[in-house]
């Protein structure tokens, strides 16, 4: 499928900030804080949360706390908080005083469900994970100035001409990254700086197909009672709005639909996909977006979801079946055992037959919108 668009879903912006000491910078902790941090940068309006970080040079530690600052400006779809969903941890912390150079080794770990530093999962962010200076180094205790030193480049991301080192990988849950060199020049004359840092990156959506009904059956015809269940696997918010969703028969790949509307689905959350938010004629199924995409074939079909990457898609979770006799009963959805298992083949021992006590609207079998009644921890 090959979409002739520019890039529509930017990357996303993790947001912590760090105070150091230039006598060490330690492992990041949660080491109680020991002084207020100077006020830092604006955050951007699409970045969700905010981490105000200190640092005591004596004990040699940092510790980041969630920012209370930004209440009322929640308008963003990723949260970045350090050992939340993001952890930067340095050592080799040394400064030679000949060449005036503080140095650290910084490593990058996820902690979110989601895979970062790639759309998908499997496809590498270009630009890998940008650690970029908001604002800073500046010096708070001594004399002199500090500067970055040794940075993999200056781009514009808040403001212009900020320095940022970048971690080429992908990262799963709980990966961490390898460790880069900083380097930062200041006189010995500095005792201790501060700076803020932002960490931007493409981050993974975890959308699950979890639930299909192919054939609606009864007097729920198919032009108004197929649905579709997406449920978010993942760690953050995902809206839905620009994703593709498409759907294929045996003659081949059918029209698709790009998904206009904002369509938020949290953590956890579930939504649903269908003909029509009629109850009466969709058989009293919650529909939360409505498609224009061809019926379901009852015999061999297939349906996906897709990510605009560039000028092509990317597929964030697809299933497809073949036999009616199991994957197109009447009234009867089709239902994903757990969110982690695969789920590929519809027709096949991960995927269950609504319960015959899982009943909505006027008699067809199914969850929507609900934990699955074929559910297997």
């Known amino acids: 499928m090959h979409l002739p668009t520019a890039r529509a879903l930017g990357p996303a912006l993790l947001f912590v900030s760090m105070a150091a000491g230039a006598a060490a910078l330690a492992a990041c902790s949660d080491t109680p804080p020991t002084a207020a941090v100077p ?6 309006a699409h970045a969700l949360q905010a981490f105000d970080c200190t640092a005591s040079a004596a004990a040699r ?3 980041c706390t969630p920012s209370t600052t930004l209440a009322g400006r929640a308008r963003g779809v990723v949260i970045g908080g350090q050992n939340v969903n993001m952890k ?7 400064y030679d005083a000949g060449s005036e150079i503080f140095q650290f080794d910084l490593t990058v ?5 989601e895979a970062i530093g790639t759309p998908d999962g499997t496809v590498p962010d270009p630009d890998g994970i940008q650690v970029f200076f908001a604002s800073g180094p500046t010096v708070t205790v001594g004399t002199g100035s500090a500067s970055v030193a040794n940075a993999d480049g200056l781009g514009t991301f ?8 970048a971690y080429h990988q992908i990262l799963a849950k709980d990966a961490v990254s390898a460790a880069k060199t900083w380097q930062l020049q200041m006189p010995e004359t500095v005792s201790s700086f501060t700076f803020t840092l932002f960490v931007e990156t493409d981050v993974q959506y975890l959308l699950v197909i979890n639930e299909m009904l192919v054939n609606p059956g009864g007097t729920i015809s198919d032009a108004s009672g197929e649905w579709i269940e997406v449920y978010n696997a993942g760690t953050r918010p995902v809206n839905m709005q620009n994703l593709v969703i498409a759907d294929s028969a045996a003659a081949g790949r059918r029209a698709y639909d790009v998904i206009a509307a904002s369509l938020v689905v949290q953590p956890g ?12 004629s969709n058989g009293g199924v919650p529909i939360d977006y409505v498609y224009t995409m061809s019926g379901f074939p ?33 009234g009867i959805s089709r239902e994903l055992k757990n969110p982690a298992l695969d789920n590929a083949d519809m027709d096949g ?11 909505y609207g006027p008699g067809g079998r199914g969850t929507p919108k609900a934990q699955n009644s074929v559910f297997t921890p």
């Open 39 to 44: 006020a830092g940068p604006s955050l951007p």
């Open 61 to 63: 530690t940092v510790s």
């Open 88 to 94: 930067l941890t340095s050592s080799n912390v040394s």
């Open 109 to 113: 770990q996820n902690l979110m469900n």
């Open 158 to 165: 808040t403001n212009s001409n900020q320095p940022f080192f």
């Open 269 to 280: 959350g579930y939504a649903t996909l269908g003909r029509t938010t009629n109850t009466t």
């Open 298 to 330: 009852n015999s061999l079909g297939a349906f996906k979801i897709a990510r605009v990457y560039g000028t092509d898609t990317l597929t964030i979770d697809r299933t497809q079946y073949a036999s009616a006799a199991v994957s197109a009963q009447n």
């Open 349 to 359: 021992s991960n995927w269950g037959d609504a319960s015959v006590t899982a009943v």
